[in-house]
Every structure is written in C-alpha cells, then in structure tokens.
C-alpha cells in the first residue's frame, strides 16, 4: 500500500511539511495548525529535523501529537548530518517503537556550510534509506495475522515495510559536482529502497515536469510528489531563493513587490502558487506537497484557489 492515500476530501492526494515549534506559543498555534490541515485528510503530515540533532525531541513530540490526536499518517524526516550510524539507529528503534511508520530520509546540510566533513559515518541519504529499513526488519521481522476460524492461531506474513521518501531536486542540488548528479543520486536512493520522491521547492511548472520526465528516462519509477511553498513576502522570497539556489522568479519577485499590503501580497502567493499546482496536477502530478510553515490558512487557501478543495470558512 502506498503512502499516497486515495483522498476523501481533496480531489488530488495531498500532504503538509511543518516543523517544531520553538516555545510553548507556537508549539500551542501549530496544534491549531496541524487540526485544520488534518480536516483536509492529507496523505501524511512530515515533520522537519534539524541537522545536527538540536530537534530531535522536539520532531517526535510533533510526531507523537500527530499520532495521538489526528487519524493522519505522521512522516518523520531524519537526517545523516549529526548522527552517527549508532544514533541514527537508537533514533530510528526511538521513532517506530513511538508508531512512526514513515521516514523521509535525508542527508541533510552541515550547520556550517561546511563540507563532507560535517557529515559522520553515514555519508548519504541512500545509505541512511538502508539502515531504516534494516533497523524496522530487526524490531518486527514478520506479522502475523488471525486465520479465521482458528480462534488463538495465527498465520506469519511478510512484514509491511515502513514507507521511506527521499528528496530529489527538480533543477539539481546546489553542491552537485556535475550536471545530473541529483539524478544519480535518486537512483541511488530508489535502489536502496525508497517508496516516494519529494521535491525541492520550484517556481516554474516545467522545472518539475521536465525534471520527471529526465528522470523516468534514467530509470526512477517511484512517484515523485511535488512540493510546493506558497510565497507572501519579498523577505521570505529572498530568504528562500538564498536557502535553495534556486533562480529568482520575475514575475512573483515583481508582484510582491509592487503590492502595497499584507493581504495583497499573501492573495500574490497563494495565486501563484494555486497556478503551479493545477500546472502540475495537469501535467501528471501524483498528488500536491505543500511546506506549511507551521500555517494552516495560506497553504489550505492554495488548494481552494487551485480547486483541489472547497474554500474553508475561517471564523477567527
Ligand atoms: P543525498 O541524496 O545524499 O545527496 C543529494 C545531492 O547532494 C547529490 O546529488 C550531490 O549533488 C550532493 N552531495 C551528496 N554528497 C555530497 C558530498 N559528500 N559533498 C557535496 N555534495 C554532496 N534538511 C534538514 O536538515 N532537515 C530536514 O528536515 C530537511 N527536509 C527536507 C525536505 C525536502 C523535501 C528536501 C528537498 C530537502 C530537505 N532538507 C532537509 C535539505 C537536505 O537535507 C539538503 O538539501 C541536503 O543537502 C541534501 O540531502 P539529500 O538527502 O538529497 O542528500
């Protein structure tokens, strides 16, 4: 069974990226948060870790309230930079005895910029997709089901495996060292068993459609899941561009710019990237991923404004 659920409310399967809060304010607003992006039934909702460790408390508590309170599938990202083989496998045990099932499974970046020196003795996400799967085979290496009209017996079957996504980068990763390196690289991760594909974020449709179709051509059959940031500010567009690599959007640059208020600006970004998704889904997208940033009402105003939901009543 696949992580992409055949949704019940959206007309396309859709899912959420948040990440911890910092302090007790936010941690109380991102409760709000994940019930009104859970109301929308998305396939799953991942939770960020910070490379280097400093979150990893905090992402199971997200994760935790998110098993605890909501009926949606928790996905845990974890990273390579900061732990070591053993951590990341005392991690890993930590999250799935918690009921974690799905992972998404990163290098991540050094802290400071630096180099492949930063990174301990699990070098790559490929090699980080391994050990999940190895270390879920040791905690359940088989279930076991009822056979009917047996009462008390049961029959051994094939343990489901947990899902495990990995990033893929439409317009290449920012270190690449040559031009279809990232394309090797999601190769890499799919033969080490991955099940999904999430992408960086992107401005133009045709940077991911083009980007899959290069990578079915090189052998990538997992589906690969859009993901997609609503963008309401210049700063944050900035900020954004700096963090990414990614070149600049004119015309989103432009119209955020010249839009004098707030909620201008917030209708310029969910636009645009209301625009994007229905490009995407035309073109042949499994689903929509949408990096939440901790808010409900712009990401939740995208999919009404691409029509993949009915418009939300706000009351407060
Ligand atoms: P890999 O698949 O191992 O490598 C991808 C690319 O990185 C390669 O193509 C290559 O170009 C380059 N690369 C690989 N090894 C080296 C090396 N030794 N030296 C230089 N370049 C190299 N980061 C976080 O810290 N926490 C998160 O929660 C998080 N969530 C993310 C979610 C998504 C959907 C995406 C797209 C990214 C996320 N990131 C997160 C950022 C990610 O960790 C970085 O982009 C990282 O640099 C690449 O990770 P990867 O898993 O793709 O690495």
Redesign the pocket.
Known sequence: MSIIQTPSVTSVPVSF?V?PPRDDAADAALHETIAKLAAVDPSFI???????GSTAGRSLEVLRHILRETRVEPLA?????GNSYRQATALIREFLDAGVRSF??????PPDGG??GA?GDL????Q?VQLIDRVQAECSPYTEAPIPGVPGAARVERRRHVDI?????PN??????YPA??I???L??QAAGATLA????FFHADDYLSFVARARSAGVEIPILP?IMPITSPSRLRRIVELTGEPVPGTLAVDLDVEPTVEGRRDVGVRYAARLCRAVLDGGAPGI?LYAFNHHRTVLATLAEAGVITPIEETS
Do not use: M, N, W
């Not at 998404?104 to 970046?109: E, I, K, W």
């Not at 996504?165 to 980068?169: E, K, L, Q, W």
């Open positions: 990226e990440y991942s939770v960020t870790y910070g490379a280097g990202h974890l990273t390579c930079v998404l499974a990163l290098r991540g970046d180099g492949s990174v070098e790559s996400a490929a980080l996504a990995v990033a893929a980068f290449g990763h920012p270190r690449s060292r390196e990232h090797d690289a999601l890499a991760k999430i992408t960086q974020l993901g991923h």
